[in-house]
């Protein structure tokens, strides 16, 4: 499978600041998901990030708050502006593969998140 | 310490015995599901997916049930090992042709020597 690296693996940031999350496939790949993750918490989709377009949201998360990048087939990154000590939380992004001889279904990988912490 | 998973259910294994992580779904129209496993300060790892055609799908050490009268999904691991401790999830989708995952709320195993 694809190798995703994240970074900043881990931050701690003031309320009120901005945080941009990077990360980088090392093949090319269609889809990129932005995915946080909350103390205790189980996964929930932010976005899509598809190359050449707009992201598209999931309900409860909007643009202004959680802008993405995706420049090219291999990056993409994740903002979390006017950061609140709520959005303290790990963000995972995540690619996805077609898993040739094995099924005919995409599949998606994920990198080794962010940990953020907003005091 | 690490956060994710501080307030899952957890299953407490010994070391060697088979363990059986279960997982509800609610939305009949999904057809295919994937078991995750996140150990402590790592991104979810895939482990073995299935497609909603089939009941049961095996890997090496781990099998998926899937029982789509009930709505129920099982990840069993046979001779459990410490490597195994992690928390672990389900994940579906609700269209073969959508790659939105929507995951559960997980289980966190434990397995003492």
């Known amino acids: 499978s694809a190798v995703i690296s994240q970074k900043p693996s881990r931050d701690i940031c003031q309320r009120g600041t901005s945080l941009t999350i990077q990360c980088q496939v090392d093949?090319?790949?269609?889809?990129m998901f932005w995915y946080r993750q909350q103390p205790g918490q189980s996964l929930t989709l932010i976005a899509t990030a598809n190359q050449g377009s707009e992201a598209t949201y999931e309900s409860g998360f909007v643009i202004d708050k959680f802008p993405i990048s995706r420049p090219n087939l291999t990056f993409s990154t994740l903002t979390v502006s006017n950061m609140s000590p709520e959005d303290s939380s790990i963000y995972l992004c995540?690619?996805?593969?077609?898993?040739?001889?094995?099924?005919?279904?995409?599949?998606?990988?994920f990198g080794p998140g962010t940990r953020l912490t907003v005091l | 310490g690490e956060s994710v998973g501080l307030h899952l259910p957890t299953l407490s294994v010994q070391e060697g015995d088979n363990s059986i992580i279960n997982c509800a779904y609610s939305n009949s129209a999904s057809d295919y599901f994937i078991w995750y496993k996140q150990e402590s300060g790592k991104g979810p790892q895939f482990i073995i997916d299935i497609r909603s055609n089939m009941d049961k799908r095996q890997g090496q050490r781990v099998t998926v049930l899937l029982n789509k009268t009930v709505k129920h999904l099982s990840l069993q691991i046979a001779a459990t090992q410490p490597g195994d401790s992690a928390v672990y999830f389900c994940?579906?989708?609700?269209?073969?042709?959508?790659?939105?995952?929507?995951f559960g709320t997980g289980t966190r195993l434990q397995v003492f020597p």
């Open positions: 994940a579906e989708t609700l269209s073969y042709n959508t790659d939105k995952l929507i």
């Open positions: 995540s690619v996805e593969e077609r898993r040739p001889g094995v099924s005919p279904r995409n599949t998606q990988y």
């Open positions: 093949s090319q790949v269609t889809m």
